[in-house]
């Protein structure tokens, strides 16, 4: 198991946001970790976008629909090549606050 005090020097914020509260929160994000002097680098999740490259930290941001990630990322996330060396934090983001932790097992993928 990797040490938890890892030091992430690249992380991707990678987002969905059908009605622009995800991307706010994307970008907030980016800017607080940017002022850490971090490689950071944002990318919009849709049907035709780019790989992620390489990353220390990759940071999924979904709305909440339906108490699930929105179709198009957990579309996305499987189509993520398979490693064992990016960190993932899945983030649901919703407007009335709900947490759901049942959100990472659903998506049934091998690793990244």
Same mark, same amino acid.
């Given at each position: 198991m990797e040490n938890a005090n890892t030091q992430y020097r690249t992380i991707t914020i990678a987002f969905f946001s059908g009605t622009g509260c995800t991307e $706010?929160?994307?970008?907030?994000?980016? /800017?607080? @970790?940017? /002022? $850490?002097? *971090?490689?950071i680098k944002k990318i919009k999740i849709s049907c035709d976008s780019p790989g992620i490259g390489q990353t220390d @930290? @990759? *940071?999924i941001l979904s709305p909440v629909y339906a108490f699930s990630l929105a179709d198009i990322v957990e579309k996305w996330i499987k189509k993520l090549p398979g490693t064992?060396? $990016?960190?993932v934090a899945i983030i649901p983001v919703s407007g009335e606050g709900m947490y759901l932790p049942i959100l990472p097992v659903r998506l049934e993928v091998e690793s990244f």
């Open positions: $706010t929160v994307a970008d907030c994000l980016h /800017e607080q @970790l940017a /002022e $850490t002097g *971090m490689d @930290l @990759l *940071m064992n060396k $990016t960190s």
